[in-house]
């Protein structure tokens, strides 16, 4: 058996992604209420996606069934949503996910119409706008192969392409039921066609530091706008001017922008009027 998990991309952050935490909080807390404590049947049931319940379209992508099905979900979440988040600012993100898990709902009823639950479709929307904005950028990947592991890195379209092909085989060829492909492929359209349409407006731009975005690769003629790095202007040290006390003879060293100000000796405490030679 081979197992791939993806633990890490290299994407510089420059602000937190609290929207991603509370989020993924959200899912936890849901988790843990309804699973685990066996609490609210009755909301549960009206968050579940099942038919056009505009609830359940929002609500779904916060149950889970088991703890394998949240974890997964939560990795890809963590790994791809934080840098998503960062790029998008913190509400934004939030109207982001909401459309997500609409769209890959209604993808799902549309094509299968039966019930749902699970946030893999709204993940998939922020696998989809990762993909646009740092396609080239590596991904960290964790591989088991039965008692034998280690760690390799790809660039991130290849690893993305490679689960899209998966999808696509899986809603077409009808593969292991109780996966919902069509809510994969519905959530990753909309993060890809969302996140191509903001960095074509320029609504989201990436740091002069940042990979090229997909748009840069298929037009590459025009030159993208992109942020300029945050610079410090160093602090400019004036010059030091030495002298000898005229009254101790104490040495004694002041900068040279206290030319024409009055002055004590540090030793005598004689006043002393700093004039230029």
Request: aromatic share 16%.
């Amino acid at each position: 058996m081979l197992l791939l998990i993806p633990i890490q991309t290299q994407v510089v952050f420059t602000r937190w992604p609290w929207m991603n935490f509370i989020w993924m909080g959200l899912c936890f807390l849901s988790f843990g209420f309804f699973n685990i404590a066996g609490e609210g049947y009755n909301l549960f049931e009206l968050l579940v996606l099942d038919g056009w319940n505009p609830i359940g379209l929002l609500g779904y992508q916060f149950l889970h069934a088991d703890a394998f099905h949240l974890l997964g979900n939560m990795l890809f979440l963590w790994v791809f949503g934080n840098a998503v988040n960062e790029r998008f600012g913190q509400w934004k993100y939030a109207l982001f996910m909401m459309g997500g898990s609409a769209i890959s709902g209604m993808t799902h009823h549309l094509f299968t119409g039966e019930p749902a639950i699970g946030a893999s479709g709204v993940v998939n929307a922020v696998v989809g706008a990762y993909l646009v904005l740092y396609p080239m950028n590596r991904v960290s990947m964790f591989w088991l192969f039965f008692i034998r592991g280690g760690t390799f890195e790809l660039s991130g379209y290849i690893l993305i392409l490679f689960w899209f092909v998966q999808d696509v085989w899986g809603a077409f060829a009808g593969a292991e039921h109780g996966i919902a492909y069509w809510a994969h492929l519905g959530g990753f359209a909309y993060g890809v066609g969302v996140m191509a349409w903001l960095v074509h407006k320029e609504h989201i731009t990436l740091m002069s530091y940042d990979n090229p975005h997909l748009l840069e690769y298929l037009r590459p003629r025009k030159k993208p706008k992109r942020k300029q790095d945050i610079q410090f202007d160093e602090p400019s040290v004036p010059r030091q001017i030495t002298f000898n006390c005229p009254e101790c003879g104490h040495e004694m060293s002041v900068a040279e922008t206290r030319l024409g100000q009055q002055v004590f000796c540090d030793r005598c405490r004689t006043s002393l009027l700093l004039v230029e030679e």
